[in-house]
């Protein structure tokens, strides 16, 4: 059997090099104004996504442009649901008005790991989904709350693992204020990926092996050299005979 994978990339974020990032993915998350962008960017960020046959989905963020969205904030799960709500249905009329269909969302940086270990959050962003369109698929962690919480309530989960983001060993992303959070090594990089795919796991910080599904890669936009770190990743993929494709829910 041929294995498939989607490379996605966070845009929309203001940060240089998005269309050619474009040009090397499958699925683009677009910053819907929270954390980063605004209207005119989300209609620019979709446009130039439609234009390079790249799926889109919603990045809805804390509201906290200040920190990029980046920071734990005290949350409750009522919010939470009002905000992601109104973040994926902005998404959608923008994105319908251009005649594009959205494929999925995406919870981004403080929230996404806020909701990946906290049920209750996970809940709330996963019947967020559901409230507005429930085909929209969930991009999550593996094993994670949030990918629970959208498979209960009938979501499809595509399972999402970071190229350019180190682990813990309890599955976790090491923190961005750690200084080996971010792998910036593109040929280490790839050969890890290729081993989630092929084997099921990651080495985590600590030396140890951690089991792992894989069934989209992330490249941050603002990871430094993001072009030429995908530009490789997908070229050793393609050497391996791994397809590029988006999710199709």
Excluded: W
């Excluded at 905000?83 to 996404?112: C, D, E, T, W």
């Excluded at 992303?173 to 090594?185: G, K, M, N, S, Y």
């Amino acid at each position: 059997m041929k294995l498939q994978i989607d490379i996605n990339a966070d845009l929309g974020e203001g940060t240089s090099g998005e269309r050619e990032l474009l040009g090397l993915v499958s699925s683009a998350s677009i910053a819907c104004g929270f954390h980063a962008g605004n209207p005119s960017s989300m209609s620019a960020s979709i446009l130039a996504a439609q234009d390079a046959g790249v799926a889109v989905g919603a990045h809805p963020s804390l509201d906290d442009r200040k920190n990029f969205g980046r920071t734990e904030l005290p949350v409750t799960p009522k919010g939470i649901f009002a905000l992601v709500v109104y973040q994926i249905g902005a998404f959608q009329a923008i994105a319908s008005s251009l005649g594009l269909r959205p494929n999925h969302v995406k919870p981004h940086g403080a929230l996404y790991n806020m909701a990946a270990r906290d049920p209750a959050l996970a809940d709330a962003v996963a019947h967020a989904i559901l409230a507005v369109d429930r085909s929209l698929i969930l991009f999550a962690p593996g094993r994670s709350a949030l990918a629970r919480a959208g498979e209960a309530i009938g979501l499809r989960v595509a399972r999402e693992v970071f190229a350019d983001r180190n682990y813990e060993p309890d599955g976790s992303l090491v923190p961005r204020t750690q200084p080996e959070a971010l792998l910036l090594d593109a040929e280490e990089a790839a050969a890890r990926v290729l081993r989630m795919l092929r084997e099921g796991f990651v080495r985590a910080v600590d030396g140890s092996d951690i089991a792992i599904a894989a069934e989209t890669i992330c490249v941050h936009g603002d990871t430094p050299d993001a072009v030429a770190f995908a530009t490789k990743l997908r070229a050793h993929l393609a050497a391996a005979g791994i397809a590029i494709a988006a999710p199709i829910s």
